[in-house]
């Protein structure tokens, strides 16, 4: 099995940034992608970003470009995520993902976090 743990979120002003962890476990030779999704109240599950795994092929959601990067660490099996120019709008909870697909399109990851809160204040 894999297990993905969340770290980083919590209470910032607009304009603010944070950095996002997630640290996988057990199996992680399956993974070849990981990534973020968020979910805002009453909001559909979303995108944020993904990366390969082996060749840090990045994509990000359209909202986010320019602000936000993905980035991972091999040897620690982490993927991590900086927030910067946070928005209002980015408030949502994030979820890491995992996925054994070799495509940096992440669809329908087959590991999840539990997720971390991120809010952003006016």
């Known amino acids: 099995q894999v297990q993905l743990v969340e770290s980083g979120g919590g209470l910032v002003q607009a304009g603010g940034s944070l950095r996002l962890s997630c640290a996988a476990s057990g199996r992680t030779f399956s993974i070849n992608t990981m990534g973020w999704f968020r979910q805002a109240p009453g909001k559909e599950r979303e995108f944020v970003a993904a990366?390969?795994?082996?060749?840090?092929?990045?994509k990000y959601a359209d909202s986010v470009k320019g602000r936000f990067t993905i980035s991972r660490d091999n040897d620690k099996n982490t993927v991590y995520l900086q927030m910067n120019s946070l928005r209002p709008e980015d408030t949502a909870v994030y979820y890491c993902a995992g996925d054994s697909s070799l495509s940096i399109v992440l669809q329908a990851p087959d590991y999840w976090g539990q997720g971390t809160q991120v809010t952003v204040s006016s």
């Open positions: 990366i390969s795994k082996w060749r840090g092929s990045t």
